[in-house]
């Protein structure tokens, strides 16, 4: 049987999605953007992947995040993007913003981690052969590496610019201070970073304590948030115990050990914040991530299309009282 043919919906951009400018930029970014580090590996299945990303692209989402060593088994996620590339989105390729990132453990060997320019050109050529791509949207140094000279993680992505297998760049977990060269370094070379990725969330305010929000709006450059629901527990999902398809019961980075008594409580608190806002718990951290301009974009991660279907409705409603950041803060930061 010929597999049907993918056609995506005609109302896709009049669906309620917004779009950020990218700081100082010619990009737009949806508010809403898909993460691929979980639930798009070779242990999920390819059905599910298909039906996320088509829901996703139908309902505005055109930004889509992955890195080398997603999955689990590292690089499944690149190949599942690759898939859908080929089944379903291939015509669509202008309308997509795709990244990917290199700088974790990848490899083994000296060089398959970290910062080298060996590493980040052999690393987003294999990205590319598993995602069917010519090039990527943004390409990121995926963490600081302090052994590697800066520059030279800096210069292999000029010339990953230069040689076309990269429209942008982007730096993702990098101190304050080396963000600073970052920005500096890139712009002097006309290759400006388009994004810095850092995780944010409620729970997490790094970000903001550090000076990192405000500093890349400054330079002109956007700020995408990853895991903007702490992984899932700023979500109705631990409420009531550990669901057993739960990102928490399958193991990995989210630990049994992250849901105290006290973080629990603090969920539980939280969640009452939301529903009088007449939100879900989800919708209002994303809501709370998207407060202001200081954020381009949030990077969701789902399992099911009923999440990403759910979190959409954040865009509803992003504005805060003072008096709820003043409660949420309390709750949070006390
Ligand atoms: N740059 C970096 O170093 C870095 C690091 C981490 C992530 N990222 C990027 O950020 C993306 C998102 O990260 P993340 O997956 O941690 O994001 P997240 O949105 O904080 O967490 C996603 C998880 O929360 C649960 N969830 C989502 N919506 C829900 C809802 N409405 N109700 C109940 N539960 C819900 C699901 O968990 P269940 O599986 O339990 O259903 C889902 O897998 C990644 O895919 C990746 O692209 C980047």
């Known amino acids: ?45 390819l059905a599910n992947s298909l039906k996320k990303a088509h829901y996703a692209f139908d309902h505005g989402i055109t930004h ?62 294999q990205s590319l052969r598993r995602m069917k791509l010519d ?28 040689q076309g297998k990269a429209l942008y760049v982007g730096i993702s977990k990098y101190p304050k201070e080396a963000a600073d060269f970052a920005y500096n370094y890139l712009a002097e070379r006309d290759v400006p970073c388009l994004l810095y990725q850092g995780r944010y969330n409620i729970f997490n305010r790094e970000p903001e304590q550090e000076g990192i929000l405000a500093d890349a709006k400054e330079k002109g450059c956007g700020f995408i948030a990853f895991s903007p629901l702490a992984q899932g527990l ?16 399958r193991g990995g980075f989210l630990k049994k050990e992250a849901l105290t008594d006290e973080t629990i409580a603090k969920i539980r608190r939280l969640n009452e914040v939301a529903l009088r806002r007449g939100q879900t718990l989800a919708e209002m951290s994303l809501a709370w991530v998207l407060k202001d301009d200081l954020v381009t974009s949030v990077i969701i991660g789902a399992s099911s299309v009923e999440q990403i279907e759910r979190n959409l409705k954040a865009l509803d409603n992003t504005s805060f009282t003072p008096e709820e950041l003043s409660e949420i803060n309390e709750i949070t930061l006390a």
């Not at 690089?75 to 390729?93: H, V």
């Not at 980040?120 to 050529?125: G, N």
């Not at 302090?146 to 292999?156: I, R």
């Not at 999902?237 to 669901?243: D, H, T």
Request: charged fraction near 25%; glycine fraction near 8%; hydrophobic fraction near 35%.
């Open 135 to 162: 090039y990527v949207d943004i390409f990121y140094s995926h963490r600081f590496d302090p052994q590697t000279p800066l520059e030279e993680t800096l210069q292999a992505l000029v010339d990953i610019v230069r």
């Open 64 to 125: 889509f995040d992955l890195a080398n060593n997603y999955g689990p088994s590292y690089g499944s996620a690149e190949e599942t993007f690759g898939t859908i590339m080929e089944k379903s989105f291939r015509p669509y390729r202008d309308e997509l913003f795709i990244s990917t990132k290199a700088g974790h453990d990848m490899w083994p060997g000296p060089y398959g981690d970290w910062g080298s320019r060996k590493y980040l050109f052999a690393s987003l050529e």
């Open 1 to 45: 049987m010929i597999p049907p043919i993918f056609s995506p919906a005609a109302d896709r951009y009049e669906n309620g999605m917004k779009y950020r400018r990218c700081g100082r930029s010619g990009i737009l970014l949806p508010e809403i953007s898909l993460g691929l580090w979980h639930n798009f590996g070779d242990v999920d299945t």
């Open 234 to 249: 700023l979500t109705d999902r631990y409420l009531n115990g550990i669901p057993e398809d739960s990102r928490v019961a």
